[in-house]
C-alpha cells in the first residue's frame, strides 16, 4: 500500500505564501503525481499535474502563483503557493500514479484557508 502524507497547510493572509509537502511511502521516480483541492461546497478540482518527465500542467486559476516541484530522491512532492488569494481556500490533496484521469494514490489532505 502506498501512502502518501501532505503538510504545510495553515492560514495566511490574501497575498502570502505557503509551501505545500507530499511525502510518498515509495519511490516517485517514474510515475505521475499531482495535487487537487477542494473548496467548502464544491467539488474537488485539478491544480497541477506532473508527469514522470515532461511539462506540468496548472490549472487557469493558478498559473504564475503556483509551482509544483519534485525531489525524486526524497519521493517528495511541493507546491509552491504565492500570491494567495481567499478563493484558494481549500483542502488540498496529493496524488500519485494518474489512473483513468484521476489518481490511484491520495493523500489525507492538507487545509489552506487564506483570510482576507
Known amino acids: 500500500q502506498v501512502q502518501l502524507v501532505e503538510s504545510g497547510g495553515g492560514l495566511v493572509q490574501a497575498g502570502g505564501s505557503l509551501r505545500l509537502s507530499c511525502v510518498v511511502s515509495?519511490?516517485?521516480?517514474?510515475?505521475?503525481m499531482g495535487w487537487y483541492r477542494q473548496a467548502p461546497g464544491k467539488q474537488r478540482e485539478l491544480v497541477a499535474t506532473?508527469?514522470?518527465?515532461?511539462?506540468?500542467f496548472y490549472a487557469d486559476s493558478v498559473k504564475g502563483r503556483f509551482t509544483f516541484s519534485r525531489d525524486n530522491a526524497k519521493n517528495t512532492v511541493y507546491l509552491q503557493m504565492n500570491s494567495l488569494k481567499p478563493e484558494d481556500t481549500a483542502v488540498y490533496y496529493c496524488?500519485?500514479?494518474?489512473?483513468?484521469?484521476?489518481?490511484?494514490?491520495w493523500g489525507q489532505g492538507t487545509r489552506v484557508t487564506v483570510s482576507s
Open positions: 496524488g500519485a500514479e494518474a489512473s483513468y484521469g484521476s489518481f490511484r494514490y
Open positions: 506532473m508527469p514522470s518527465s515532461g511539462s506540468t
Open positions: 515509495r519511490s516517485i521516480f517514474s510515475i505521475s
